[in-house]
């Protein structure tokens, strides 16, 4: 990218970042963590030609996420049942490819001036809704 003189990194944060859990402290300092080297990688390379910004993704629906022995066919109800609980103001969990499309709209050629910035993709959880956890999860 330096030696071409143009291009965009993004690294991935959390809506985390910016709305806390009592019991997630560590997690929300790296993530908050991320933000500030993207600040700073935006302001060192931006001379340069690149754009350096930060996704927040709300609750994906990823392996990371699913709690560890629910079968297959039990997923997509525990799937209905944490959307009226999760933090996304949506009610639902993102889909891997909205989170995808995101960044890949954002890497687009229509945002050459934005950089250094933290854009939440998370179906409104940052907006202030309070994040309850389904049983079991």
């Known amino acids: 990218m330096l030696k071409a003189g143009y291009g965009v990194i993004f690294c991935t944060s959390s809506s985390a970042a910016e709305q806390a859990r009592p019991d997630g402290g560590a997690y929300t300092a790296s993530k908050r963590a991320v933000q500030g080297i993207v600040k700073s990688a ?15 993704p709300g609750t994906t629906d990823t392996a990371f996420v699913r709690p560890p022995g629910i079968p297959d066919a039990d997923w997509a109800a525990y799937k209905k049942a944490f959307g009226p609980l999760n933090v996304d103001g949506l009610e639902r969990m993102a889909e891997p490819q909205e989170i995808a499309r995101a960044v890949l709209a954002l890497a687009w050629d229509d945002f050459p001036y934005m950089t250094g910035a933290s854009v939440a993709v998370d179906g409104g959880s940052t907006a202030g809704r309070k994040m309850v956890r389904p049983t079991g999860a």
């Open 42 to 56: 935006a302001l060192a390379y931006g001379p340069h030609g690149i754009r350096v910004n930060a996704i927040l």
